[in-house]
């Protein structure tokens, strides 16, 4: 679960460029064995920028500073034992995406895309244990505010 504001900008109508902040909540059961679980926050900014080649469809570019917090818990007479541990780790997320309704009326509009950690960092909360990259899916509203047009 998780949640992603931005405050951007439409330079012209092929260009977007945010801030952005991030929060994801993870709760995992039976992570290394049968009855145990974790729990991990992820909080943290970002910026990226949008390149929309056609009205509906855009590119993405993404840079995050992710700091994480994890918890584990282990299963009652389980062969762990508990730990918490505090991370950071940067992530530069690309890909593409679709809006649906952004045009020069600056209306809200939908967007839906997929991204991927392309920077290598271990670390990152897109990456899995054993090193592949794990698609970021991201859907949302975007309402304009004081934007004119462009």
Do not use: C, H, T
Request: aromatic fraction near 18%.
């Amino acid at each position: 679960m998780g949640l992603s504001p931005y405050f951007g900008y439409s330079l012209n109508k092929y260009i977007d460029v945010a801030i952005s902040l991030n929060y994801n909540y993870v709760s995992q059961r039976d992570y290394l064995e049968y009855g145990d679980k974790l729990r991990q926050s992820v909080y943290g900014p970002g910026a990226f920028v949008r390149i929309y080649p056609i009205k509906f469809l855009f590119a993405q570019a993404q840079f995050e500073q992710n700091f994480m917090s994890l918890k584990y818990i282990p299963a009652a007479n389980g062969s762990y034992l508990p730990f918490k541990q505090n991370i950071n780790a940067s992530s530069f997320l690309i890909g593409p995406g679709f809006a649906n309704g952004r045009n020069e009326d600056n209306k809200a509009f939908y967007y839906i895309s997929v991204l991927f950690d392309v920077s290598g960092n271990k670390n990152s909360p897109y990456i899995d244990q054993l090193g592949r990259i794990d698609p970021v899916i991201r859907a949302g509203l975007n309402i304009p505010l004081f934007q004119g047009k462009y």
